[in-house]
């Protein structure tokens, strides 16, 4: 059986912090807030994972309290991933799209996809990370933050 999840996050930049996306650090750009370090990449694709599963989400699982301040996204992902496998799930595969005006995330998505799929245990043939623009539209388009959204899915082993 296989179950399919999906995912959304966003922050807002935050100049006192590194940007981190898909477990990558994004040099010459603000950070974005947040409890953890903030990587809406990796937290949308935890979220699709748990929502797949029927695990809860990203902000149950990982509460906001000093345990996991500043924590890794990728470490996070790692923690999804032993999750899913107590539960009897493996990942099949995931696709994300960060939603971003600024700055330019082409030179990034290969690291993303590695990254991502070390902390899942998976090849990185099964991880798509894109990127896109709301063509000045919204929060993101004015340049106020980032979002991304993912979806998994997640293939029963038991």
């Known amino acids: 059986m296989n179950r399919v999840g ?15 996306l898909g477990g990558v650090t994004i040099p010459d750009h603000a950070g974005l807030s947040g409890h953890s370090d903030a990587d809406v990449v990796s937290h949308a694709v935890g979220d699709a994972l748990l929502g797949a599963a029927g695990l809860g989400d990203i902000g149950g699982m990982f509460p ?28 099949g595969n995931v696709d994300s799209t960060i939603v971003a005006e600024e700055p ?46 993912a979806v998994a899915l997640i293939e029963n082993v038991g």
């Open 6 to 20: 999906i995912g959304f996050d966003a922050h807002a930049f935050d100049d006192a912090r590194p940007l981190v």
């Open 64 to 91: 906001a309290d000093e345990k996991w301040a500043g924590a890794s996204s990728l470490d996070l992902l790692g923690e999804i991933k032993r999750a899913l496998s107590e539960a009897g799930w493996s990942v």
């Open 104 to 149: 330019r995330l082409a030179p990034h998505v290969e690291p993303m996809r590695s990254g991502i799929a070390a902390a899942l245990g998976v090849s990185p043939a099964v991880v798509s990370v894109k990127a896109t623009t709301t063509d000045h539209l919204g929060f993101t388009g004015r340049k106020e933050g980032i979002a991304a959204f």
